[in-house]
């Protein structure tokens, strides 16, 4: 059974960069496709970022491109998201997400990643 943990999130002020962890285990990320999620207070829950298991599609929100970078070390068996130049609109809970099918995520389509993380609370606040 995969279970995934997200971890580095914070409170930056705007402007600044994070960079978001999940770390997976109980089985390889190798052969799974990543996505990352977030949900600010009242609103839905909204894809960011989305990575087939091996690389070869990707996908962001419009709100997030140029901005944010979706990455995968299988060697390390965890997936990242490179977060730079926030805004406090990107005030959120962040969860990483894990399936053997790939999915786009990034343009608010119906998704059923199998398994989740318990989110990472990211602040953007001066």
């Known amino acids: 059974q995969l279970q995934l943990v997200e971890s580095g999130g914070g409170l930056v002020r705007p402007g600044g960069s994070l960079t978001l962890s999940c770390t997976a285990s109980?089985?390889?990320?190798?052969?799974?496709?990543i996505a990352w999620y977030r949900q600010a207070p009242g609103k839905e829950r909204e894809g960011v970022s989305c990575?087939?298991?091996?690389?070869?599609?990707?996908d962001y929100a419009d709100s997030v491109k140029s901005r944010f970078t979706i990455s995968k070390d299988n060697n390390k068996n965890a997936a990242y998201l490179s977060m730079t130049n926030l805004r406090p609109e990107d005030t959120a809970v962040y969860y990483c997400a894990a399936d053997r099918v790939f999915q786009p995520c990034g343009g608010g389509e119906y998704t059923e990643y199998d398994y989740w993380g318990q989110g990472t609370q990211v602040t953007v606040s001066a």
């Open positions: 990575l087939s298991s091996h690389g070869g599609s990707i």
């Open positions: 109980g089985s390889s990320l190798e052969n799974y496709a």
